[in-house]
T-cell receptor
Framework: QKEVEQDPGPLSVPEGAIVSLNCTYS??????FMWYRQYSRKGPELLMY????GNKEDGRFTAQVDKSSKYISLFIRDSQPSDSATYLC????????????FGAGTRLFVKA | DAGVIQSPRHEVTEMGQEVTLRCKPI?????LFWYRQTMMRGLELLIY????????DSGMPEDRFSAKMPNASFSTLKIQPSEPRDSAVYFC????????????FGSGTRLTVV
């Protein structure tokens, strides 16, 4: 079993839709939970991060962490064609020196 | 800051040749990471350095891969001899101590071994 599981998609939605992206994980020592966005032929860029459990909102993006279920989510409201990218969840914890483990990434297409 | 700088952006080489990928981290960042990304395996951590010292190379696939960081502003990843299965995008990333929540990635080197 992988430490971090993420459905690779692809996920195709119409413009304006609410998008839900999810990951599950197995290592209860993870403390930092991140979402990266990667456009085609570019490096991943940090979109949001959360420490421990709870929610965090930034504009149209909301990150949620449920440590009891070992489940994290990223919600995108009013999705735009410019949101079309691959979204990777990532996690780190004190074991392994906060080495970050990435999910496989979910490809998202937002149709105009 | 110019961000993490990688070179070359693209590399096409023949099987058996030596390949050297280069990375300049962000100034002041004391951690440097080398990742490999493929469709099948996603982003895999190959090796990381702290203060120019290799800390964990358990992700390096085999002895054909080696990495060095001679100073705080430069690192190389070398593959010798290269094989077609090494074809992937190789990313370098860096961060500061205490920034446990994320890295800054370079734009990657797309390696094709024919």
């Amino acid at each position: 079993q992988k430490e971090v599981e993420q459905d690779p998609g692809p996920l195709s939605v119409p413009e304006g839709a609410i998008v839900s992206l999810n990951c599950t994980y197995s290592n209860s020592a993870f403390q930092y939970f991140m979402w990266y966005r990667q456009y085609s032929r570019k490096g991943p860029e940090l979109l949001m991060y959360t420490y421990s459990s709870g929610n965090k909102e930034d504009g149209r993006f909301t990150a949620q962490v449920d440590k009891s279920s070992k489940y994290i989510s990223l919600f995108i409201r009013d999705s735009q064609p410019s949101d079309s990218a691959t979204y990777l969840c990532a996690m780190s914890g004190p074991t392994g020196g906060f080495k970050t483990i990435f999910g496989a990434g979910t490809r998202l297409f937002v149709k105009a | 800051d110019a961000g993490v700088i990688q070179s070359p952006r693209h590399e096409v080489t023949e099987m058996g040749q030596e390949v050297t990928l280069r990375c300049k981290p962000i100034s002041g960042h004391d951690y440097l990471f080398w990742y490999r990304q493929t469709m099948m395996r996603g982003l895999e951590l190959l090796i990381y350095f702290n203060n120019n010292v290799p800390i964990d190379d358990s992700g390096m696939p085999e002895d054909r891969f080696s990495a060095k960081m001679p100073n705080a502003s430069f690192s190389t990843l070398k593959i010798q001899p290269s094989e077609p299965r090494d074809s992937a995008v190789y990313f370098c990333a860096s961060r500061r101590t205490g920034d446990n929540y994320g890295y800054t990635f370079g734009s990657g080197t797309r390696l094709t071994v024919v």
